[in-house]
């Protein structure tokens, strides 16, 4: 199974908030940090926001948010959210009664089992999981400055 552009880049934007807790997220650096538009950034945010992962503060100093602690995010409540189908063949869509087989077939169940096995793994994982090097991450996301001497290769 192959996740979306829309999947990533929602989970790096809960990430990007989860490294800075303290502070609300706005789009523009959000979209500056990982080099993707903002039109596609708020586009991902719509159903974030609805499924209550982020929250917005608006106003002139508004921005986003975690809707709810990190640890309490996994990368399924994400992809639930985010991606449209997960069907990895034609056999879990809508139209499978074209297929003869598909009510007896062993590579329908082999494909289900697959899929079951990898939601579960995401259920495993949460947004604290991918944010634990916040420091880290957060400096590489432009949100922290580095120390003097960390920059200038001096030892600390």
Known sequence: ???????????????????????LS???????????????????LKPLVKAGIIETVRGRNGGIKLGRPAEDISLFDVIRVTEDSMAMAECFENDA????????????????EA?????????????????????????RLGLFDLPEAVSSNQPV
């Open 26 to 44: 706005r789009i523009p650096q959000i979209a500056k940090a990982y080099g993707v538009s903002e039109l596609f950034l708020f586009k991902i």
């Open 97 to 112: 009664a074209e297929c003869p087989l598909v009510n007896s077939c062993a590579l329908n169940s082999a494909w289900r």
């Open 115 to 139: 899929l079951n096995a990898f939601l579960s793994v995401l259920a495993t994982h949460s947004i604290a999981d991918l944010s634990a090097a916040r420091f880290d991450i957060g400096t």
């Open 1 to 23: 199974m192959r996740v979306t552009k829309q999947t990533n880049y929602a989970v790096r934007m809960l990430m990007y908030c989860a490294a800075d807790p303290a502070e």
